[in-house]
């Protein structure tokens, strides 16, 4: 693909979690494919983060109930 279709691509995408890239400026303002992949890695990391977040809000929820 082309820089201009990845960032149609890209600024279409919704993720497993129903939530679009959130860096949609620095999208539009790529001007390689290597800066387009590293605006992706960004929010693959953001979606790894907030899994943890996820996982550690869950077992508390569960201590709560269970753990009392």
């Known amino acids: 693909m082309n820089i201009?279709?990845?960032?149609?691509e890209l600024l279409e995408w919704?993720?497993?979690?129903?939530?679009?890239?959130?860096?949609?400026e620095a999208i539009k303002k790529a001007k390689t494919k290597?800066?387009?992949?590293?605006i992706l890695k960004?929010?693959?990391?953001?979606?790894?983060a907030q899994n943890i977040v996820t996982?550690?809000?869950?077992?508390k929820f569960e201590k709560e109930l269970f753990d009392k």
């Not at 497993?16 to 949609?24: H, L, N, P, S, W």
């Not at 290597?34 to 590293?38: E, P, S, T, V």
């Not at 960004?42 to 790894?48: E, G, P, R, S, V």
Request: net charge positive.
């Open 55 to 59: 996982m550690i809000h869950i077992d």
């Open 34 to 38: 290597k800066q387009l992949k590293a």
């Open 4 to 8: 201009s279709q990845i960032k149609h």
């Open 14 to 24: 919704i993720d497993f979690y129903v939530q679009d890239i959130a860096d949609i």
């Open 42 to 48: 960004k929010h693959k990391n953001f979606l790894c």
